[in-house]
């Protein structure tokens, strides 16, 4: 059997400063296979997104972070790189869409201009207007009727459903093996993200692309993941099949998430009750779920 | 009309109310003083009829208003009066040190410029290391002393201590540029005398420096505070995460948007050149506004200073306008949809 | 507190602000005491002495007439310091209830009394105070006046910025539903939320202004002899330059160490307050 596209075991994240030591992760392990699409879900400040930062390299960028644990791309240790390596991982074989599409692309560059960045990435001598041709093919995927419009906009020209489509596409843009979505379209209206969700979803299934999907909201989950992990307070408390753990969630924290589920309005959770024993129960795992070895 | 040409016909609205209003506060400044101008005019041992006969010239008896009207109506064809201490007409006199002194501060904005913003990029991309302290030390000790300390200082220890550059003026006598322009550097090249280009530039360079140093602190401070404020936004995170190239980011991606708030101030910083040239000039013995704007202060020539004042104001709005257009250049926000922020 | 502690001592720099600060304004204030020389602060005459280089007896040398340069310099703090306070303590409060009221009130007002700001913002700064003193006599009083007259608009600049964004917000909006009188609001409700960035901004000015009337001083547009001016100083002593350096060196760098103290306590300042730049 290949290695898992992505694998974390007991990775650990404190953030060490003149005022003393942080825990943000206690050791949380997820995998995620070859053209699977996995959730992270839990509530802001849980851990998820700073989880996503370590896989890219962001978050050891910075000083004060203490980064323990094994993270493995494609069987290969990331820790074992050199910045260099990593680097160049970043953009071609792993990239990431982010919560707020307009505000993620840059306000005073043309989006053409921020493509062809992105496709420099995979192909560094790629021609300008080779760039360009592949930047329209690749908006066309992502359902955009007038590719060349859209290229010569700024970001403040396009509505927040387009610039989303634009960042979906650059995602996609160097095939790369996972993608990691940072609650992707949370700042857009409700019937804008269901419709690019939907498209992502098509888009990834059809290059076979492996997901890291991080969320608050189980709903959106519900329709994307393959399988699920909650995490809560810097722990995985609960992990299963998307089905199975709608079916049957077995974590007090999982339960109280789904009973949040109708109050979700604006996309808030709703205050839980602070940390009681039952919280911090051990991991439940569901049937047929288990954590792949790891080779010594 | 293309949004930009709208913008600058704005401005330039906008810049003629103001320069209306700043010839009307100088000039009210000027009459409401006590002291007899006409009378510091022709000294001491001039009649009464004598000074009778200048104010009556000046239009100095009139109501403060008509005055006023006198002096737009002269200004209209371009007079501002004759220099009470040189005789000459006030606008010969500016046209005869103004070159020197636009070539200087021209000179000190460029290193201002070239010098302060990489300084602000570098400290912005190396925060908190020792790159960072050094470049913030350096630009608040820049930002911290009156130009003339700085020219001092520079002197003393470039010209007299270890005399690489020339100590004062701004052409060595050895030389004869026929005056075209006015700006030497522009006058030598077109004199075709190489050497005597050279030895103006020579000149230039410890004036200027002194003049840009409190513009290059004040510039590489600004645009590291802009450039970090930049870097914490979502699109340099995504950047990071494709793998941008780390210099590339910091020189494009998160320079030219941190760039727009930064450059109102650097105009600013242009405009207390003008200002601050005149004490370069004091201590470098610089032909330029400096010594004919102290000497005419003193003797309250009143033409001369409202001249004077007038003309140093219409440049720093010239600036202004520049620094507007060059904003509506990268921030396609303005330039776009005219929609000033 | 703790954490104003925390920063100050954290980083060297802003202590460093500290020190320079109270070390420039306790020799102000105590001058008499601690200088050597407290006599020479006037027209004192002594040729047995003059123009010496720095010495244990002179640290900073003596000028042409013989007077100790060391103690000339720390009198001229007390006078710059004198002057730095009573123009921010004019110009503050004008320039701080211009800008409320310009962007409070909006409409009209805002228009004219903004122009007004501009006409004064767009002659640069030391040419404005230079006229005036120039027309005005040069005495501390009017260097004062002038420099004050130059100094207002940037206060009201900032002071304006942040009051539009600040009524805005919910706390006014409230206040305005229940009826709150317009003084109220403007100097109870918004000018509070002021107050971090007009202190920042005092502190850092009081090194600045102090540049600027030494900058006035040193064209001879400012205080007159014998009162002792880091600027007149400067210039006075820029005649004798290589020979007698101490003569300028001094002067300029007693410039320099105040200004930069400012700064460095203006800045710690700014990250206590939490102010933007």
Redesign the interface.
């Known amino acids: 059997m290949t290695s898992p596209t992505l694998l974390i075991r007991d990775l650990h994240l404190a953030f060490g400063g003149y005022s003393g030591r942080v825990e943000v992760l206690h050791g949380i392990s997820i995998h995620i296979r070859q053209g699977e699409r996995v959730a992270l879900v839990g509530e802001s400040g849980s851990g998820k997104s700073v989880t996503a930062r370590i896989v890219l390299g962001l978050l050891q960028m910075t000083r004060t972070a203490r980064i323990g644990g094994l993270i493995a791309f494609e069987g290969q240790d990331i820790a074992k790189l050199t910045p260099r390596q990593h680097h160049r991982l970043r953009g071609t074989k792993m990239s990431m869409i982010f919560q707020d599409p307009t505000s993620s692309l840059n306000p005073v560059y043309r989006i053409s201009e921020q493509f062809r960045e992105v496709l420099r990435r995979g192909v560094p001598d790629i021609e300008r207007t080779e760039a360009d041709a592949r930047a329209a093919d690749l908006l066309a995927d992502c359902s955009i009727g007038d590719p060349e419009r859209v290229l010569t906009s700024y970001p403040f020209q396009l509505s927040g459903g387009l610039n989303q489509r634009v960042m979906i596409a650059m995602a996609l843009a160097n095939e790369p093996s996972l993608l990691i979505a940072d609650e992707p379209g949370t700042a857009l209206d409700v019937t804008v993200q269901a419709q690019t969700l939907k498209l992502m979803r098509e888009l990834v299934a059809r290059h076979d692309t492996a997901v890291l999907f991080i969320s608050h909201n189980l709903g959106v989950v519900r329709e994307f993941a393959d399988r699920v992990y909650v995490i809560y307070k810097g722990r995985i408390v609960e992990h299963g099949r998307t089905a199975d753990l709608f079916d049957d969630p077995r974590h007090p924290y999982t339960r109280a998430l789904m009973d949040a589920i109708p109050r979700i309005t604006g996309g808030g959770i709703p205050e839980i009750a602070d940390a009681s024993d039952t919280y911090l129960a051990p991991i439940i795992v569901h049937e047929g779920c288990a954590e792949p070895e790891v080779a010594p | 009309m293309s949004p930009v040409v709208r913008l600058v016909m704005k401005r330039l609205g906008v810049s003629l109310i103001v320069l209306v209003g700043v010839s009307m506060l100088i000039f009210t400044i000027a009459r409401v003083i006590p002291g007899d101008p006409a009378r510091i005019a022709l000294g001491p041992n001039a009649t009464a009829e004598q000074v009778a006969a200048l104010r009556e010239r000046l239009h100095l008896d009139e109501a403060l208003p008509v005055q006023y009207g006198h002096f737009i109506a002269d200004l209209a064809q371009g007079d501002l009066g004759v220099s009470l201490y040189t005789n000459r007409p006030v606008t010969r006199d500016i046209a005869q040190f103004l070159p020197a002194t636009l070539e200087l501060i021209f000179f000190a904005g460029t290193m201002m410029i070239l010098i302060g913003l990489p300084l602000g990029v570098l400290s912005a991309r190396y925060r908190d290391t020792w790159v960072d302290g050094t470049i913030r030390v350096v630009s608040l000790l820049g930002v911290s002393a009156p130009s003339f300390v700085w020219a001092v200082i520079l002197m003393l220890l470039f010209a007299f201590f270890l005399p690489i550059f020339p100590i004062a003026g701004r052409l060595a006598d050895s030389f004869t540029v026929p005056a075209v322009t006015g700006f030497l550097l522009v006058d030598t090249l077109l004199a075709g005398n190489v050497r005597a280009f050279g030895n103006a530039a020579w000149h230039i360079v410890l004036p200027a420096f002194a003049l840009a140093l409190s513009g290059i602190g004040q510039a590489a401070r600004l645009t590291r505070a802009n450039m970090i404020d930049t870097y914490n936004k979502p699109f340099i995170e995504m950047a990071r995460s494709y793998g941008f190239p780390e210099r590339r980011i910091a020189n494009r991606y998160a320079f030219r948007p941190s760039m727009i708030p930064s450059l109102t101030i650097i105009g600013l910083d242009f405009a207390a050149m003008l200002g601050n040239a005149f004490l370069v000039e004091a201590v470098f013995a610089w032909p330029g506004l400096s010594r004919y704007g102290v000497a005419v202060i003193l003797r309250k020539d009143l033409n001369a200073i409202v001249g004077t004042v007038l003309v140093i104001s219409a440049m720093f709005l010239i600036v202004n306008i520049i620094v507007d257009l060059l904003i509506a250049f990268i921030n396609p926000r303005i330039r776009l949809s005219q929609r000033t922020s | 507190m703790k954490r104003t502690v925390?920063i100050l001592t954290?980083n060297p720099?802003s202590a460093l602000g500290v020190v320079l600060v109270a070390a420039v304004v306790l020799s102000a204030i105590f001058a008499d005491f601690i200088v050597p020389f407290p006599e020479h602060r006037g027209s004192v005459v002594d040729f047995t002495n003059f123009n010496r280089a720095p010495s244990w007896q002179n640290l900073f040398g003596t000028d042409l007439v013989g007077r100790d340069l060391f103690s000339r310099v720390i009198f001229a703090y007390r006078i710059s310091l004198v002057l730095g306070v009573v123009v921010l303590v004019i110009a503050v409060p004008i320039g701080v209830t211009v800008g409320l009221v310009a962007g409070y009130l909006g409409g009209w007002t805002e228009t004219v009394l903004m122009?007004?700001t501009?006409?004064?913002?767009?002659?640069?700064?030391?040419?404005?105070a230079?006229?005036?003193?120039?027309?005005?006599e040069p005495t501390l009083t009017n260097g004062m006046l002038a420099v004050t007259a130059m100094w207002w608009p940037w206060y009201t600049r900032l002071v304006y910025n942040i009051t539009r964004s600040e009524k805005e917000e919910g706390y006014v909006l409230a206040a305005e539903l229940i009826g709150a009188s317009k003084p109220h609001l403007i100097f109870r409700e918004i000018l509070p939320n002021c107050v971090p960035a007009i202190l920042t901004k005092m502190t850092l000015d009081l090194?600045f202004v102090i540049?600027?009337a030494?900058?006035l001083s040193?064209?001879?547009?400012g205080v007159q002899p014998p009162t002792p001016d880091l600027?007149s100083m400067?210039?006075d002593g820029?005649k004798y330059?290589?020979d007698s350096?101490w003569l300028?060196?001094f002067p300029?760098?007693a410039?320099?160490v105040a200004?930069?103290g400012f700064?460095?306590l203006g800045?710690a300042l700014r990250e206590i307050l939490g102010v933007d730049?």
């Open positions: 925390a954290s720099l122009r007004i501009d006409v004064f913002l767009s002659i640069p700064p030391l040419v404005l230079m006229s005036m003193m120039g027309l005005l090194g540049l600027i030494s900058s040193f064209l001879g547009l600027g400067v210039a820029a330059l290589p350096w300028t060196v300029g760098l410039i320099l200004v930069f700064n460095l800045d730049q």
